[in-house]
């Protein structure tokens, strides 16, 4: 805990640099040592930079800048992440070890899932069936819309692009869903009564 305090957590005392989506470019080693000259020098002095190859020795299109301070890298990341080179939009982060981007990535997703999870069991994203084959998912946007607000709205259709007599609305709040079931459920719309769940 001392340790962390006096040298910052890792995540926010880096040095060393991950550059990616130069690969477009079709760099050679020469033009990205001149790339890394002119681009990254003037935040710092670089104690080493590497282009990852494949077994071919073609650019894999990302490499790794190391900083000699912590310092020069985050100015880097900050002024160069998204600037382009040769229409290419490069990506400029802190460099992760590939276990710590994957647990980032595996807290991202988990947390949208939540999210999401949450939304549909608040009791805002109905199910509607017995559909008439004419209605689309403007249609159904449409006859749900006078209940509030639609965050979303599907119809399922088939791999040849049929429907399949029923689809999803998603309304953003759980008291306009309840509303739209009890006003909507058995309502005829086109020429079936809807049945909504």
Same mark, same amino acid.
């Given at each position: 805990? @001392?340790?962390? @305090?006096?040298?910052?957590?890792? =995540?926010?005392?880096?040095?060393? #640099?991950?550059?990616? !989506?130069?690969?477009?470019?079709? *760099?050679?080693? @020469? ?14 002095? #670089?104690? /080493? ?10 650019? %894999? ?11 020069? =890298?985050?100015?880097? $990341?900050?002024?160069l992440n998204g600037s ?10 802190? =460099?992760?070890?590939?276990?710590? %981007?994957?647990? @980032?990535?595996?807290?991202?997703? &988990?947390? *949208?899932?939540?999210? %999401?999870? !949450? ?5 805002? !994203?109905?199910? +509607?069936?017995? *559909?008439?084959? $004419?209605?689309?998912? =403007? ?6 819309? +006078?209940?509030?607000?639609?965050? /979303?709205?599907?119809?399922? $259709? ?13 309304? /953003?709040?759980?008291? &306009? ?7 909507? !459920?058995? %309502? #005829? #719309? ?8």
């Amino acid at each position: 805990k @001392e340790r962390m @305090e006096t040298l910052g957590h890792p =995540a926010t005392r880096f040095t060393n #640099i991950y550059v990616k !989506n130069f690969g477009d470019a079709n *760099l050679s080693d @020469e033009e990205f040592q001149q790339l890394i000259s002119q681009l990254f020098e003037p935040y710092g002095k #670089i104690v /080493s930079c590497v282009i990852m190859k494949d077994d071919g020795g073609k650019s %894999r299109g990302f490499g790794f800048v190391s900083y000699e301070t912590h310092e020069a =890298a985050k100015k880097a $990341v900050d002024a160069l992440n998204g600037s382009e080179v040769k229409t290419c939009k490069l990506y400029v982060a802190r =460099a992760q070890k590939k276990n710590e %981007r994957q647990a @980032e990535l595996r807290e991202k997703y &988990e947390k *949208l899932k939540m999210e %999401r999870l !949450n939304r549909y069991q608040q009791g805002v !994203n109905l199910y +509607v069936k017995n *559909l008439d084959d $004419v209605i689309d998912d =403007a249609r159904l946007h449409e006859e749900f819309s +006078v209940y509030g607000n639609i965050t /979303s709205a599907k119809i399922m $259709v088939d791999e040849k692009g049929n429907t399949k007599g029923f689809g999803f609305v998603c309304f /953003s709040s759980p008291d &306009e869903a309840t509303k739209a079931v009890t006003e909507m !459920n058995g %309502r #005829i #719309i086109v020429s079936k009564p809807c049945s909504s769940l």
